[in-house]
């Protein structure tokens, strides 16, 4: 009986945690530029005496992330950006340097520009980037900032910066409690100038709804088999018992 009911009791456990992470993808299906978290289990020997495998259990390995490109929604906004392909852009946080996504950005009160958690997006030098108050901004493909209009001529063009575009490799990335993305190591990563972007539209979470519906579905089935076995096992120790009292 013990083995069977640790064995389910293990599988149960990982059910939940997978369903814990599947609702979290669900709760993000409207969020910008969100990547969808994968569980991933392996299996194990449970070693007995003297030093045998007696069963097989599950732990969690190190969760990951599908960082397939979502779907691009134009949006006319001068400051709605998204990275085209594979790349990411950088923000600094309290934690140092990280990675998103997302690009709906905006102007803080110190002109600042910044995400919408309000943490100033990063140029290629490492700074942030300031915009002026007057003026049109716009964005090449390569991150390049400019004004149109900011300067006493209404038709002078000023260079505000070039954002820093970086594209790390997806094993190096690991995500925060913020939602953002960093290297595993705390490092900052190099720009790539080979990342493109576009403005006036925004990146829509990766996360499938119909698939991960399926996916709750079919991990409640999984608990409630998990649950049956434990219990199958438990009324057949009690009948085991009765029989060997009976006996007596």
Do not use: C
Not at 85 to 96: A, E, L, N, R
């Amino acid at each position: 009986m013990d083995r069977i009911i640790y064995t389910a009791a293990g599988g149960a456990a990982r059910v939940l945690e997978q369903q814990a992470v599947i609702s979290n993808n669900m709760a993000n299906v409207g969020t910008t530029g969100f990547r969808e978290q994968m569980a991933i289990y392996r299996s194990v020997p449970v070693v007995g005496q003297p030093g045998l495998p007696t069963r097989v259990s599950t732990v969690t390995a190190t969760p990951t992330s599908n960082f397939g490109q979502g779907v691009m929604a134009e949006t006319g906004h001068a400051l709605d950006l998204a990275v085209t392909g594979d790349g990411w852009f950088s923000v600094q946080t309290p934690q140092g340097e990280a990675y998103t996504r997302a690009g709906e950005l905006a102007v803080n009160q110190d002109n600042l520009l910044v995400n919408q958690q309000g943490y100033p997006v990063l140029s290629n030098d490492g700074g942030p980037i300031e915009i002026p108050e007057r003026g049109s901004v716009s964005f090449s493909g390569d991150g390049q900032i400019s004004a149109l209009g900011a300067g006493d001529n209404p038709g002078d063009i000023q260079q505000l910066g070039q954002l820093k575009l970086v594209n790390p490799p997806a094993a190096s990335m690991q995500r925060g409690d913020d939602g953002l993305f960093r290297l595993a190591g705390g490092e900052a990563a190099q720009a790539d100038p080979q990342v493109r972007m576009v403005s006036g539209f925004v990146e829509k979470s990766n996360v499938n709804p119909a698939e991960a519906m399926v996916g709750m579905i079919a991990n409640a089935r999984r608990f409630e088999m998990q649950m049956k076995i434990i219990q199958d096992a438990s009324s057949n120790a009690e009948r085991a018992n009765s029989i060997l009292s009976s006996n007596n």
